[in-house]
């Protein structure tokens, strides 16, 4: 793919303008980051994971009625997808308490909501991805009240396909990011699904089985994310 085709580069993925007008290529990087991109690595092999595991998990959500811009992976690393209008929106989904959730409240770690919660937070690495409210959202023409009710009832949902999924794996869905965007007027699931953008610890011991072993220094990233794949594959 050649650079004048590139539409986006971004801190795990870089997106190129496909044959046809209405798809793109994501090419998944090499590179983690935390910190909103403060900390960064290159690990050979952590793109090639990212890409199969989101293809799973992906392929899963499709097969049980979530529409996605998933249209096929073409290599190890490389998916083609339907070109969306994407909302300048990151929808979390807390099942467990951690992270940010813990820091502000001052609460303990680990301990299972009585129901999930949603937030939003502005995309902007500038602004450093702020909280954003409902009223917010609308008030700035991001998304209109319909739009921002379709995206939580479809973030609450993906969560109930997801938790027995990754259960049978012997995992806990932490929590988890999403991104959604529009095509021929409809709204649907885009950006990827991978331990870049997840909680998931393991049954037994509580390890964490994603990003967190990078941000916090606790174990090889590649070798976590390869386990993850292998459960996934043989569940």
Same mark, same amino acid.
């Given at each position: 793919?050649?650079?004048?085709?590139?539409?986006?580069?971004?801190?795990?993925?870089?997106?190129?303008?496909?044959?046809?007008?209405?798809?793109?290529?994501?090419?998944?990087?090499?590179?983690?980051?935390?910190?909103?991109?403060?900390?960064?690595?290159?690990?050979?092999?952590?793109?090639?994971?990212?890409?199969?595991?989101?293809?799973?998990?992906?392929?899963?959500?499709?097969?049980?009625?979530?529409?996605?811009?998933?249209?096929?992976?073409?290599?190890?690393?490389?998916?083609?997808?339907?070109?969306?209008?994407?909302?300048?929106?990151?929808?979390?989904?807390?099942?467990?308490?951690?992270?940010?959730?813990?820091?502000?409240?001052?609460?303990?770690?680990?301990?299972?909501?009585?129901?999930?919660?949603?937030?939003?937070?502005?995309?902007?690495?500038?602004?450093?991805?702020?909280? %954003?409210?409902?009223?917010?959202?609308?008030?700035?023409?991001?998304?209109?009240?319909?739009?921002?009710?379709?995206?939580?009832?479809?973030?609450?949902?993906?969560?109930?396909?997801? %938790?027995?999924?990754?259960?049978?794996?012997?995992?806990?869905?932490?929590?988890?990011?999403?991104?959604?965007?529009?095509?021929?007027?409809?709204?649907?699931?885009?950006?990827?699904?991978?331990?870049?953008?997840?909680?998931?610890?393991?049954?037994?011991?509580?390890?964490?089985?994603?990003?967190?072993?990078?941000?916090?220094?606790?174990?090889?990233?590649?070798?976590?994310?390869?386990?993850?794949?292998?459960?996934?594959?043989?569940?």
């Amino acid at each position: 793919m050649t650079e004048d085709k590139l539409l986006y580069t971004g801190k795990a993925k870089n997106v190129y303008q496909a044959e046809n007008d209405d798809e793109v290529l994501i090419v998944y990087k090499d590179q983690a980051t935390a910190l909103n991109g403060k900390k960064k690595e290159i690990l050979p092999g952590k793109g090639v994971l990212d890409c199969q595991i989101s293809q799973i998990v992906f392929n899963y959500l499709i097969e049980n009625g979530i529409k996605t811009h998933l249209v096929k992976n073409l290599s190890d690393h490389e998916q083609l997808v339907k070109k969306t209008q994407v909302f300048p929106l990151e929808v979390v989904l807390r099942n467990i308490t951690s992270g940010s959730l813990v820091r502000k409240f001052q609460i303990e770690e680990g301990q299972k909501l009585k129901e999930p919660i949603i937030e939003f937070y502005y995309k902007s690495d500038a602004l450093d991805d702020p909280v %954003i409210n409902q009223s917010q959202i609308h008030a700035l023409g991001i998304a209109d009240n319909e739009d921002i009710e379709y995206i939580k009832q479809e973030t609450l949902k993906i969560n109930q396909l997801l %938790i027995p999924f990754f259960a049978k794996a012997d995992f806990d869905l932490v929590d988890f990011k999403l991104e959604f965007g529009k095509y021929n007027g409809e709204i649907i699931l885009v950006d990827e699904f991978s331990p870049d953008n997840c909680r998931i610890w393991n049954k037994n011991d509580h390890h964490s089985m994603d990003k967190d072993v990078f941000r916090k220094h606790e174990g090889n990233l590649v070798e976590t994310y390869q386990t993850v794949l292998q459960r996934l594959q043989d569940k």
